[in-house]
């Protein structure tokens, strides 16, 4: 695997002090329990996390894994927020080995090349489920309003909480392929996402860096990426409303389903859609996640949203519409 960017001597420095600390740690936990006993798919008992706890700290994981990635890392702001000072740590290490890929789960001796890979899956767990594909109940809607916009129009679309930016190049290649122009930005919460999406690389699944969809060349679709909030977004070079905002996977989830953070995103969308601009909301959330989305859906409509579609595809527009 190419090392993204090169490391440097205290990088290195510090990663032989942890792989000796961290091995040694994890050789007495073996020694006691006659064996690591953490797999893939093994249930994470109250037991199991109170042996790792004893010997493999994950407080200390978590501390030593941040102060080796802003060794290594070419800006502070691509630290995933997973290693940032006021996260809380995972339950246990094999809570934490849970997440990760296979690459990286289960031992805590760690090679110098792979380690932004590792950073990289931080930032993008497999649960995030970002990938090509996922929403295609979208697709009639969105070719339905692209029939409706002026051929000439320079069209703008935002993709609040792209991730890795997969679906971002999706919509791009849609346009691209109907010969549209148009900018295409995706905005999202992790440093290190926006950097994979710009580089369309994934140097922690190099089996999905292969769905990044491609543009022609000479292209007149502009795709570009930023880090931000979905409650608070503003563009940082003051570009004219846009025409459609797709958020999936995001409102009325985990990340995103307090009224307070839920009315702001609302105020975004408010802010940057233009007056006779379309929303796209998709979810893959199980039924849990259903009384978030509902709560937002019922906070639109109060502030005079046209909803229409059903939880996990939903169409917002400011202009009435058939009510929901
Ligand atoms: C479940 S993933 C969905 C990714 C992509 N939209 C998709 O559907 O495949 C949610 C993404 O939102 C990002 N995120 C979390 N909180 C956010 C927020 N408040 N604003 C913007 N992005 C956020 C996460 O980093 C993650 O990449």
Do not use: K
């Not at 960017?5 to 740690?25: E, G, S």
């Not at 969809?213 to 503003?234: I, K, M, Q, W």
């Amino acid at each position: 695997m190419t090392r993204p960017w090169p490391a440097t001597p205290a990088f290195l420095r510090r990663l032989t002090q942890f792989n000796r600390r961290w091995r040694q740690r994890h050789r007495c936990l073996a020694r006691w329990t006659g064996g690591g006993w953490w797999a893939r798919g093994s249930v994470i008992s109250p037991e199991l996390r109170a042996w790792y706890n004893a010997f493999l700290p994950p407080d200390e994981l978590q501390r030593d894994l941040r102060l080796l990635a802003l060794d290594d890392l070419p800006q502070r702001s691509l630290l995933p927020s997973a290693l940032e000072p006021d996260a809380p740590p995972p339950l246990s290490v094999p809570d934490w080995w849970a997440t990760l890929n296979d690459d990286f789960a289960g031992h805590l001796d760690l090679e110098p090349d792979s380690f932004p890979a590792l950073l990289c899956n931080l930032a993008d767990p497999s649960r995030m489920g970002t990938d090509t594909g996922r929403y295609p109940e979208q697709t009639a809607p969105l070719l339905d309003w692209l029939d409706r916009q002026p051929a000439s129009n320079r069209l703008r679309l935002l993709d609040l909480g792209c991730g890795v930016g997969l679906g971002t190049y999706e919509l791009a290649a849609l346009l691209d392929d109907r010969n549209r122009p148009a900018e295409v930005r995706g905005v999202t919460a992790e440093g290190l996402e926006v950097w994979m999406a710009s580089h369309r690389r994934l140097p922690h699944d190099p089996c999905r860096q292969r769905r990044f969809p491609t543009l022609r060349p000479h292209t007149a679709v502009a795709v570009s990426f930023r880090r931000g909030h979905a409650e608070d977004y503003c563009d940082d070079d003051a570009g004219a409303a846009y025409d459609l905002i797709v958020c999936n996977g995001l409102a009325g989830g985990r990340f995103l389903s307090a009224p307070p953070q839920l009315n702001a995103f609302l105020d975004t969308l408010e802010r940057l859609l233009a007056p006779t601009g379309l929303v796209l909301l998709g979810n893959r959330f199980h039924d849990g996640s259903r009384p978030g989305v509902e709560r937002l859906m019922r906070l639109a409509v109060q502030r005079g949203w046209s909803l229409s579609g059903h939880w996990q595809s939903l169409q917002l527009e400011r202009r009435p519409r058939r009510p929901y």
